[in-house]
């Protein structure tokens, strides 16, 4: 996780421009680097460093001596970097991960340099040569990207909004800062004075695409047809390659997979520097895991621990798991731990801790959702908490489980298989705007790395590529295909595997006195009726219809005025007249009290 920052034709001071890439600097705590563009005094590269590949020389803006009329910031990992540069005989300068767009670029060109990459980034690449700059973002969004462009040619970019509200510009009114679109790649020329104009914008990859490229893994065993046993057997074969390959690090590697309600936390340490096919050979890991005993997490905790044994790895791994006592996600990994042998760990989550945080979580999301918000305290908390007491740095999370499995407790009510899948392909398309959005900012605020294997191209694709009647739910569970994928292997308990989702973040919580219930009463205490009803007039775009979200949006709005675009709507549950987002609220809703 980094924070990469540029300006392209400032008509004010760059070392006073300068000043605003600091409001980012918890994305990369490592290391900072201001640098101006030779030959275009208007242009700079801003750059935090979260060292996690080649420590040594991974310091951006990226320039190798081959290319020397290219710059490069970007954000993310490219997890096919090295048989890339094996098919196409690239000569690398060094270890990093990103040189790869560069080789890419020179030889192919911007489209085809974006469809070959596996992996998650956001990227600014600058050819002062033929006078280009371009910008991209990941199918998903999973690393963010902000962009501000004038009508007279000046372009800022910043891996978060915040970074970007204090641009000067020569505008008489506030520029709009938009997210980049997932997917996409943009081209501007570069105008000697520094400025740009956009020539063109195309996406480059969407989630239904399943990777053509050899650049791709070759993965051996995967079957053919739609048969339910072959199915099965691809799924599992995929989703552990989706996370074997993420474990590309020169630095201790965490994993916290959090849904609504679904974190997990896998860390351990590698010595040396080396690539992701082949460190399992020779390195002493230790592994340290937060999860609430949900389905995601579990999956990805057993996984991985199956890898562990099989390597014979010398270090237990370590469990943690975040809630009130009686909590069902605390009750549920302890299950889970006991199951899969690992040294346990529990903290302690408190809704009065959670109030007190809700300010500053709000600050980082750049957001005024309510179940995000909701859902990002425990998450932001267990962050802190593994900044300030473990040496990891990068962490797996399991965004887009729910949204690729059809896992929200409301598709029970989809009118049809086909109405299910559309809306699976919505929630996907949506990611950035919410859950992936609340990963992204919890963990970077505390300058950690956020990895997802359940995003991962070739396992979402084949996913979405399975019949619509496969996905739905069943037997009134959710994740129905994805559970019995995993059925009869004992790798997790059958309690666990067949758990219904809990209700969003509540599930860490009491199931005396969830969140959700703490966190009303503390807002009725905020929150008149009068404020309420004046809601629409104070604000017009999304207004709140709860003292809740009157008491997000009033939070909101205090850091950042009038920026209310940045939430386009609300997420909400669909085919059902939900006035608000937690699954708790819906009829349907039958928490495992029992677990």
Not at 208 to 237: C, D, M, Q, W
Not at 301 to 328: C, H, M, R, W
Not at 513 to 540: C, G, M
């Amino acid at each position: 996780m980094c924070g990469i920052w540029a300006l392209f034709g400032s008509d004010e001071c760059l070392a006073v421009q300068c000043t605003n890439a600091m409001k980012i600097a918890h994305r990369g705590p490592d290391a900072f680097r201001f640098e101006n563009v030779n030959g275009f005094t208007n242009c700079c590269f801003g750059f935090h460093r979260l060292a996690i590949v080649d420590q040594l020389y991974g310091m951006q803006p990226l320039r190798v001596k081959k290319f020397p009329y290219l710059w490069l910031c970007y954000n993310g990992e490219i997890y096919n970097h090295i048989r890339l540069k094996n098919q196409f005989e690239f000569e690398y300068q060094t270890k990093v991960d990103g040189e790869i767009l560069l080789h890419l670029y020179d030889r192919f060109g911007i489209k085809k340099m974006a469809s070959l990459l596996d992996g998650v980034f956001s990227f600014i690449l600058l050819d002062t040569a033929n006078r280009k700059v371009f910008i991209g973002r990941d199918t998903y969004g999973v690393r963010p990207l902000f962009r501000l462009l004038t009508d007279n040619g000046f372009l800022a970019l910043c891996s978060e909004a915040k970074g970007l509200l204090e641009i000067k510009t020569s505008m008489s009114t506030p520029a709009k800062i938009t997210p980049f679109p997932p997917g996409h790649f943009e081209a501007f020329d570069l105008k000697l004075t520094g400025k740009v104009q956009s020539v063109q914008m195309e996406r480059f990859h969407c989630c239904t695409e399943e990777p053509k490229h050899a650049a791709y893994n070759n993965l051996e065993g995967l079957g053919t047809g739609f048969e339910l046993e072959t199915v099965k057997s691809n799924i599992r074969i995929l989703f552990e390659d989706a996370v074997k390959k993420r474990l590309m690090a020169h630095r201790r590697i965490g994993c916290l997979l959090s849904g609504a309600c679904d974190h997990l936390v896998l860390c351990f340490d590698f010595n040396g520097l080396v690539n992701l096919i082949y460190f399992m050979f020779s390195l002493s890991i230790m592994f340290f895991c937060f999860f609430p005993g949900g389905l995601d997490s579990s999956l990805v905790a057993a996984s991985l621990v199956k890898l562990a044994n099989e390597e014979l790895l010398p270090y237990p791994i370590q469990t943690f798991s975040i809630g009130a006592e009686d909590s069902p996600d605390v009750a549920a990994a302890r299950k889970v731990a006991a199951h899969i042998g690992s040294e346990h760990h529990e903290v302690n989550f408190t809704p009065e801790e959670g109030i007190r945080a809700l300010e500053e979580v709000i600050v980082h999301l750049e957001s005024y959702d309510i179940t995000t918000l909701r859902a990002s305290v425990g998450m932001y908390l267990i962050s802190k908490y593994i900044r300030e007491k473990t040496d990891s740095v990068v962490i797996f999370s399991g965004e887009g489980s729910d949204e690729l499995t059809q896992g929200y407790i409301y598709f029970h009510k989809a009118p049809s298989p086909k109405a299910a899948a559309e809306d699976s392909v919505r929630l996907l398309k949506e990611l950035y705007l919410f859950d992936v959005l609340r990963a992204d900012r919890t963990t970077a605020a505390h300058g950690l790395e956020l990895r997802v294997p359940f995003l991962d191209h070739r396992f979402t694709a084949y996913y979405l590529s399975l019949p619509e009647e496969m996905r739905v739910p069943k037997d009134g569970v959710e994740k129905h295909l994805l559970r019995e994928a995993f059925k009869g292997l004992k790798l997790i308990p059958d309690e666990i595997l067949w758990r219904r989702k809990e209700a969003f973040s509540d599930g860490m919580t009491s199931m005396k006195k969830s969140w959700y219930s703490s966190l009303q009463e503390h807002i009725e205490s905020e929150v008149n009726d009068s404020e309420l009803e004046k809601a629409n007039t104070r604000f017009p775009f999304n207004p709140p219809t709860t003292k809740e979200g009157f008491f997000i949006r009033q939070i909101f709005e205090k850091h950042y005025p009038d920026r209310c675009e940045w939430t386009p709507h609300y997420w909400m549950p669909r085919w059902i007249k939900a006035t608000d987002p937690s699954a708790r609220t819906l009829s349907i809703y039958k928490p495992d009290k029992d677990q």
